[in-house]
């Protein structure tokens, strides 16, 4: 039971309203009802490669990843990239909030546990030894702790980076790839890839280009947030 917001820190109220519908259980819920509202689930028509709110089939952004890549990424996420998001995964991975990987559990479970049942191999995006030591844990498992026991930890690895949180648009996209794989048969496999953010989309195109290099049949991705 939670007595006040986990992010804001305000006391909950005892009366309902529409939200409380969507985000049932007051008395159990981490998020107050302000929180609540900020959040902005996706949904009607999107992009069918990168799942962001979009009145073309094809967005911008994954047009130009058509061109740079030889394989398209299909993405899924649960809610939008909004200020409220962004304050609320600064909290967690920056202030290093690590009972914010509760708010989103269940809804991300309901939404994704069959189709993370179905892939042979789900990696979550790892992050450097140095960030791990820093921040004390890897924000990507924790957010999608219930499926802990499908996630192949280990697999994919990355080296020692510069945190894309302090790099503008351009430096993302011009990042070098960073990610490498341990001797693990993947071949003719198919790959569900877990991150908690997809803004430009350049960390989940280049883990899945290392993996389509390995031999990978068919490499998706889902995330938190868009």
Request: contains cysteine; charged residues 25%.
């Amino acid at each position: 039971m939670f007595n006040n917001c986990l992010v804001c820190d305000n006391s909950f109220h005892d009366d309902c309203c529409f939200s409380d519908l969507i985000w049932p259980n007051l008395n159990v819920n981490p998020l107050c009802r302000d929180c609540r509202n900020k959040i902005e689930l996706l949904s009607g028509k999107k992009c069918e490669d990168c799942g962001r709110i979009s009145v073309a089939q094809v967005c911008q952004d994954c047009l130009y990843w058509r061109t740079k890549f030889d394989f398209n990424l299909s993405n899924c996420s649960l809610i939008c990239y909004n200020d409220w998001m962004k304050e609320f995964m600064h909290q967690y991975k920056f202030v290093g909030d690590y009972r914010l990987r509760l708010v989103f559990l269940e809804k991300l479970a309901d939404k994704f546990k069959n189709q993370i049942a179905k892939s042979d191999f789900v990696i979550p995006i790892p992050v450097s030894e140095k960030t791990l030591k820093t921040r004390g844990f890897n924000q990507v498992t924790g957010l999608f702790d219930f499926a802990k026991n499908k996630m192949a930890i280990g697999i994919l690895q990355v080296k020692p980076k510069e945190q894309l949180s302090k790099l503008n648009r351009h430096q993302r996209l011009e990042k070098e790839n960073l990610f490498y794989l341990n001797e693990v048969p993947i071949k003719d496999k198919s790959i569900l890839l877990l991150d908690d953010v997809y803004t430009t989309g350049m960390t989940l195109h280049q883990a899945a280009m290392v993996l389509y290099k390995a031999g990978a049949k068919k490499v998706t991705s889902i995330t938190l947030a868009r």
